[in-house]
């Protein structure tokens, strides 16, 4: 009999817990070519805008998010997906409305 791990994960929780951390790793990556380059630079062989990358990023992010909590790993509210900054408001230095878009 296999020995158990000592962190007690099974591999299913180690697989979605990796690709979760894939795809918050493809965010760094996006949001540091906007921040080089901008949002409507695009990328020289697939020509998808850097703006559109880190978008479609945000939606993978998402779905492992979700499937996290559908699988029991982690709770939080369905709410977190909605427009409000919520807590994160009073960190920002140019909140100009409550979106905390100019």
């Known amino acids: ?21 894939e795809e918050a790793g493809e965010i760094v990556q996006a949001v540091g070519k906007i921040l080089r380059h ?7 062989v697939t020509k998808v805008h ?5 978008g479609e990023e945000i939606e993978d ?4 998010a979700g499937h ?7 709770d939080f509210a369905e709410t977190v997906f ?3 900054l919520g807590k994160k408001a009073k960190y920002m230095h140019h909140l ?5 878009c100019d």
């Not at 901008?38 to 020289?44: A, F, K, L, N």
């Open 96 to 100: 100009y409305d409550e979106t905390g």
């Open 1 to 21: 009999m296999a020995e158990k791990p000592f962190n007690e994960l099974t591999p299913a929780e180690v697989e979605r817990l990796s690709m979760l951390a």
């Open 68 to 74: 996290l909590k559908a699988c029991g790993d982690v």
């Open 82 to 84: 909605d427009n409000g």
């Open 50 to 54: 850097n703006g559109c990358a880190l």
């Open 38 to 44: 901008g949002y409507g630079s695009c990328h020289p």
């Open 61 to 64: 992010f998402f779905r492992i």
